[in-house]
């Protein structure tokens, strides 16, 4: 069966300051991998996704995230926080190869918080 | 949000009753998903729909109920069999099965 894990339920920086999100994954085969973010009382925002080729994914609002596939890992990071950037995050898997039954498997979510 | 629809933002549920969640989409997408967020639990899905008229369970199908008759609406009822509903529930939608999933604004339902 596949399997989110994301270690710190919270991750606290200050603005300005590098932010990084942590993943892990475990998966059949090779990973189709995702990133969004949830703000208070809405839905999921996608952030980004790595399906094959270069290990460092870019995406929205700045965010990347680096495959890696001996640490079956896929952290997000931000190289300069804002205090915008708190919100929720969740990490999410698939086997890349598509067959009936597959699904999205989500981690329980970080909450990031930036101090000004 | 992009173009999902969910309504109402709030549901109440009296004991007993049943309630259903409005989830619609304008972008022209094949698979919707229902979707059930407890803190600290993550998403758990509910019911998937790869096409019209097609729908199968997730991983805690039990309690509620889903119908796809039109690609663009993909409604579910909480059912009264349903005994811990009080939840924040999330539409999504893809393109085709397996691929990025959007999300609507999701509704949040209290039991009274």
């Known amino acids: 069966a596949q399997s989110v894990a994301q270690p710190e339920d919270q991750v606290k920086v200050a603005e300005g300051n590098p932010l990084t999100v942590k993943c892990t994954y475990s998966v059949s085969g090779n990973p189709y991998l995702f990133w969004y973010v949830q703000y208070p009382n809405r839905g999921l925002q996608f952030l980004l996704k790595y399906i094959t080729g270069d290990n460092l994914v870019k995406g929205s609002y700045g965010f990347e995230a680096e495959f890696n596939k001996s640490q079956t890992s896929f952290h997000l990071k931000k190289p300069s926080a804002l205090v915008s950037d708190s919100a929720l995050y969740f990490c999410a898997v698939r086997p890349l190869i598509k067959a009936a039954g597959n699904k999205l498997t989500f981690g329980g979510g970080t909450r990031v918080l930036v101090k000004p | 949000d992009g173009g999902i629809t969910q309504s109402p933002k709030y549901l109440f549920r009296k004991e007993g009753q049943n309630v259903t969640l409005s989830c619609e989409q304008n972008?022209?997408?094949?698979?919707m998903y229902w979707y059930r967020q407890d803190p600290g639990q993550g998403l758990r899905l509910i019911y998937y729909?790869?096409?019209?008229?097609?729908?199968q369970k997730g991983d805690i199908a039990e309690g509620y109920s889903v119908s796809r008759e039109k690609k663009e609406s993909f409604p579910l009822t909480v059912t009264s069999a349903q005994k811990n509903p009080t939840a924040f529930y999330l539409c999504a939608s893809s393109l085709a099965d397996q691929e990025t999933q959007y999300f609507g604004p999701g509704t949040r339902l209290l039991v009274l």
């Open positions: 972008l022209n997408h094949d698979a």
């Open positions: 729909s790869q096409i019209v008229n097609d729908f």
